[in-house]
T-cell receptor
């Protein structure tokens, strides 16, 4: 079946602009995760959604970062007033349910802030 | 603190040689352990996982890993490297007491395979 999909695959933006990154999880997966992969910090957890519960935002690096998940499916990660240090690959993952240990990753969105 | 350490940012082997990628963890509660592989410009693909069942875990592409609690290790091995194994490998940990909400990753090991 279809895996996790992310769009766009690449995004170049100017410092100070807002960007939106999209994630479509595997159908039927109720848990959704965002991670960031950067040269300096490696792979970092950003945020976690499970069904209709309040998301775990403990990994978001600043209040410029936010995410939402509509209808328990598609998620959008928004970065406001982008900075050069936001340049990274943003990875989305989904898993079957809370307590399901295996996360399946999408191909990522490569963000470059000029 | 709960953490993951991967020894060696780069490992070079010849085609046909043994592959050994090291992963150690620090955890006060029983962990679940994972190895993921990342090919250039792609996402992470699950190779194998340990979830408190058999300590020797077999994964895809001929890889296996053994959970050793006494050594707090979960090293990844493959008896004979293939050129197509060249990629970056990440060890990751999650914990039952947090409902697997987060994966904590090691810094990754890039495997180079020479002919």
């Amino acid at each position: 079946g279809a895996g996790v999909s992310q769009s766009p695959s690449n995004k170049v933006t100017e410092k100070g602009k807002d960007v939106e990154l999209r994630c479509d999880p595997i159908s039927g997966h109720t848990a959704l995760y965002w991670y960031r992969q950067s040269l300096g910090q490696g792979l970092e957890f950003l945020i976690y959604f499970q069904g209709n519960s309040a998301p775990d935002k403990s990994g978001l690096p600043s209040d410029r970062f936010s995410a939402e998940r509509t209808g328990g499916s598609v998620s959008t990660l928004t970065i406001q007033r982008t900075q050069q240090e936001d340049s990274a690959v943003y990875l989305c993952a989904s898993s079957l349910a809370y307590g399901s240990e295996t996360q399946y990753f999408g191909p990522g969105t490569r963000l470059l802030v000029l | 603190a709960q953490s993951v350490t991967q020894l060696g940012s780069h490992v070079s082997v010849s085609e046909g040689a043994l592959v050994l990628l090291r992963c150690n963890y620090s955890s006060s509660v029983p962990p679940y352990l994972f190895w993921y592989v990342q090919y250039p410009n792609q996402g992470l693909q699950l190779l194998l996982k340990y979830t408190s069942a058999a300590t020797l875990v077999k994964g895809i592409n001929g890889f296996e890993a053994e959970f050793k609690k006494s050594e707090t290790s979960f090293h990844l091995t493959k008896p004979s490297a293939h050129m197509s194994d060249a990629a970056e490998y990440f060890c990751a940990v999650s914990w039952m007491n947090t409902g697997f909400q987060k994966l904590v990753f090691g810094t990754g090991t890039r495997l180079l395979v020479s002919p």
